[in-house]
């Protein structure tokens, strides 16, 4: 469970900055980090136009961090990653492409030396799981994706970068519908306060890929999930990559690839309910390292893992079987 803390501690997580190339332009890429140097690296990505402190939950996680080297970083031009001081980017447009975005994990985890890691990732982090699944999969342990579908269309929108829009928060409150109205209140409003610290133009830009250039609706057979193994855990409350789009994009890889519905929580479940996740997301990560006797379940709950929820949600209507 995570640490509780008293006036005066010192949280054990530590930030660094590393140096990593990217499409042949030099970034300063910040990562925070807490766990062992010799354990399982866990590379953790932030949701589009949001940064590490997404996951500060897991890292100050005891149980994870005592076998897991927990590491969150900062995508370029987001959080404390600036833009590169080479180029001249206030002249063009932010954007994300595939292939800026693999080259960009894969460029990071070589330049922190990291040996057989776990990737995970949520929402724009997870749908590229499958990009990194089909064109690195030689690289990664495991690749764990949150919110995942294989085409999640329709949010690359003008107004989310518009002069007459207050786009930090109508960016904010966009992703407070998207989270499970029994998440607890105060990690929900943290969640949306992290999302109201975004540069302009950076949320739209992540949206490029995650609603334009991420299509493998038609490419799901590329998917080495054999060769790298894939889990796609989606929440219950997700409207965005919701359980179903996750089974059949796991469907679709074939072998390899597992889908696990995370039951009572929605899109963002690492900052919205992070004492939920955690206790879900061990789960999974004691598969990836052969620790769990069972095949893990078609949906997990907060029974399963020994959570009790203070607050019920909403009876949700299911679809018919």
């Known amino acids: 469970m995570a640490a509780t803390y008293r006036p005066g501690d010192v949280e054990p997580i530590s930030g660094s900055y590393v140096h990593v190339e990217v499409e042949g332009v030099d970034h300063r890429i910040y990562f925070e980090e807490n766990g062992p140097e010799d354990g399982i690296p866990l590379l953790c990505q932030h949701t589009a136009g949001n940064n590490c402190q997404e996951w500060r939950h897991l890292l100050t996680d005891e149980e994870i961090t005592d076998e897991f080297r927990v590491i969150a970083h900062d995508l370029p031009y987001h959080g404390k990653s600036v833009p590169p001081t080479s180029r001249e980017w206030w002249t063009e447009d932010y954007t994300m492409t595939a292939e800026q975005f693999t080259e960009t994990l894969v460029n990071l985890a070589d330049a922190l030396e990291l040996e057989d890691p776990i990737y995970m990732g949520s929402s724009m982090g997870g749908n590229i799981t499958l990009e990194l699944a089909d064109w690195y999969p030689e690289r990664f342990r495991a690749l764990i994706g949150l919110e995942c579908g294989a085409h999640s269309p329709g949010f690359y929108i003008d107004w989310l970068d518009h002069p007459e829009v207050n786009t930090t928060e109508v960016n904010a409150y966009a992703c407070w519908g998207l989270m499970a109205p029994q998440s607890p209140e105060r990690t929900r409003r943290e969640t949306m306060y992290l999302y109201e610290q975004g540069a302009t133009g950076v949320f739209k830009g992540d949206l490029y890929y995650y609603s334009v250039d991420h299509d493998y609706r038609d490419k799901l057979e590329q998917v080495n999930a054999d060769e790298c193994p894939l889990y796609i855990a989606n ?10 789009d996750g089974r059949q994009t796991a469907e679709g890889v074939g072998e390899g690839a597992t889908a696990i519905e995370f039951a009572e929580i929605g899109h963002f479940p690492m900052s919205e309910h992070p ?22 379940p078609d949906v997990l709950e907060p029974d399963d893992v020994g959570i009790e929820l203070h607050q019920q949600g909403p009876a949700r209507e299911k679809p018919p079987e």
């Open 235 to 244: 929440g219950e409350y997700d409207y965005l990559t919701t359980p179903e």
């Open 275 to 296: 004492e939920l996740f955690n206790a879900y997301i061990k789960e999974v990560l004691a598969d990836v390292t052969g620790d769990r006797d069972e095949e893990l």
